[in-house]
């Protein structure tokens, strides 16, 4: 395809009069460059956050991380110079700043710092000057050997495997197939979370033990029927599998499925998140505000 089509043209001032971006191939794009001197991660977050606020308006992203020096910079200003557009960066080095600072007034690009303002506002209200390290959020710390120790546990129960020692888990996540057990999963533990998940078969009995557990919480995902089918459907047909009639996609036994799930949660008052319209992140922070209150509740309970 050509690239041509593809391009923008995009008229931008640094001192904020806009740009204009062109349609392209029936959608409007625009680029954005993200400058990290670190993995890039906050960055991401941010500006996806932002993009998806405008509807129809998709962004070309260009992510340059652990740019420190001036030549990694080189290469980033002449892809900026190439390619106009906004331009995002957390970079604490101030010779390589106010480098990539200029190029962009130069350019006509519109450039951000994405963590000064955040930064200000710590130093005035903290009254102390700051120590510049370049990804100092990625440090080897407890916490982050916390989060490794608790995605290796999560990856050795995942799908209901090692059930034996639930009890040794944060949270247990239960729900039928393709409820999003396993995604979930790894994202908590990338939070440093403990995770386990076990799935619900027909015909097949619970885990010993997984009824009785009280330090661990037992969270239950559930998702509408329609949804279901429709996931294990894709799923058989990436497989190129011919169960196209099994009970496995047949709507009154998902359905069944669903029903007795949720009878299983209600007997032993798991708290239950519908999957439906949720995505894993948002799922995710359900589940850590739950766990939250548990591990409060499981905390004043051993207090004398």
């Known amino acids: 395809?050509?690239?041509?089509?593809?391009?923008?043209?995009?008229?931008?001032s640094s001192m904020g009069k806009g740009y204009e971006v062109k349609r392209g191939m029936g959608r409007n794009f625009f680029h954005l460059h993200l400058v990290s001197d670190s993995t890039g991660e906050t960055l991401i977050t941010v500006a996806r956050a932002a993009t998806a606020l405008y509807q129809g308006i998709a962004a070309i992203?260009?992510?340059?991380?652990?740019?420190?020096?001036?030549?990694?910079?080189?290469?980033?200003?002449?892809?900026i110079e190439n390619e106009p557009g906004i331009v995002l960066y957390t970079m604490v080095e101030p010779d390589v700043t106010e480098r990539l600072r200029r190029a962009c007034e130069e350019f006509g690009c519109p450039s951000l710092s994405v963590l000064e303002p955040v930064h200000n506002l710590f130093q005035s209200y903290l009254g102390v000057v700051t120590t510049p390290r370049p990804g100092a959020q990625h440090m080897l710390s407890a916490e982050y050997f916390r989060r490794i120790d608790a995605l290796n546990f999560t990856m050795l129960h995942d799908d209901g495997q090692m059930t034996e020692n639930?009890?040794?888990?944060d949270v247990v996540l239960v729900g039928i197939s393709r409820t999003s057990k396993t995604p979930t999963s790894i994202y908590l533990a990338n939070r440093g979370v403990k995770t386990a998940n076990v799935p619900l078969v027909p015909g097949v009995p619970l885990p010993e033990g997984l009824e009785n557990l009280t330090r661990a919480l037992v969270v239950g995902l559930v998702a509408s029927p329609e949804r279901i089918v429709q996931i294990r459907q894709n799923r058989l047909l990436a497989l190129n599998a011919d169960d196209k009639n099994s009970s496995y996609v047949d709507r009154e036994a998902v359905t069944d499925e669903i029903t007795k799930a949720r009878?299983?949660?209600?007997?032993?008052?798991w708290p239950v998140i519908d999957v439906t319209r949720r995505s894993i992140?948002?799922?995710a922070a359900a589940i850590l505000d739950l766990h939250k209150s548990h591990a409060a509740r499981l905390q004043a309970e051993q207090t004398p």
């Not at 395809?1 to 931008?12: E, G, N, Q, T, V």
């Not at 009878?263 to 008052?269: A, G, K």
Request: glycine content about 0%.
């Open 1 to 12: 395809m050509d690239k041509a089509k593809f391009r923008l043209s995009i008229k931008a």
């Open 61 to 79: 992203e260009h992510v340059y991380p652990l740019i420190r020096t001036a030549r990694q910079l080189d290469r980033v200003i002449a892809e």
């Open 166 to 169: 639930l009890d040794q888990a």
């Open 263 to 269: 009878r299983l949660f209600e007997r032993h008052d």
């Open 281 to 283: 992140e948002e799922t």
